[in-house]
């Protein structure tokens, strides 16, 4: 069974430009969710989806982050335009319910210069 | 304000010794607690859980404390195995209103020495 996958696992932009991740949860897991780790820091709880649909997005830090999750399934989260706080390690986790252990993805390293 | 306090940056430990890593938290309504390992270049892996009904979770060589009065959790790793050095997150969550999350702290990067 594939694990959570996340894609670009590295991506470095420039200040004010536009960069889209994607997650693809484990097939089945109707709970997505997005955190970001600052290093060093903790990791740090941005949203929830359960299945389409935003269940908590009280850690979405601005309106330059935008998340979307299309029915249901695979998942975005777009930052527009970045920002150089913006840098740091955005993890995807998905779950079947919501009381459960999350399953990881590796991680994209997003760098704003 | 950060609800989930791993107050120890780093530990190490010699190979075959214990390891205890600590977790304090604030929230006196967190009902579940979890700790992931994490490889460099990893997403985190879950590694044992404990239910605030229970106070001790036995996994093997890995076993969780939880003293509520204290809000207080610990992760004991016994024996030891260099295979363990990796940074532990303990997380918390709480099952109100309809939302349900994790708050994870800032880890503790555990060296276990051969």
Known sequence: EAGVTQFPSHSVIEKGQTVTLRCDPISGHDNLY???RVMGKEIKFLLHFVKESKQDESGMPNNRFLAERTGGTYSTLKVQPAELEDSGVYFCASSQTVHEKLFFGSGTQLSVL | DQQVKQNSPSLSVQEGRISILNCDYT??????????K?????????LISISSIKDKNEDGR??????KSA?????????????????YFCAASQDSSGTYKYIFGTGTRLKVLA
């Open chain 2, 71 to 87: 809000k207080h959790l610990s992760l004991h790793i016994v024996p030891s195995q260099p295979g363990d050095s990796a940074v």
């Open chain 2, 62 to 67: 890995f076993t969780v404390f939880l003293n």
């Open chain 2, 27 to 36: 929230n006196s309504m967190f009902d579940y607690f979890l700790w992931y």
């Open chain 1, 34 to 36: 997005w955190y970001r």
């Open chain 2, 38 to 46: 994490k490889y460099p270049a990893e997403g985190p892996t879950f």
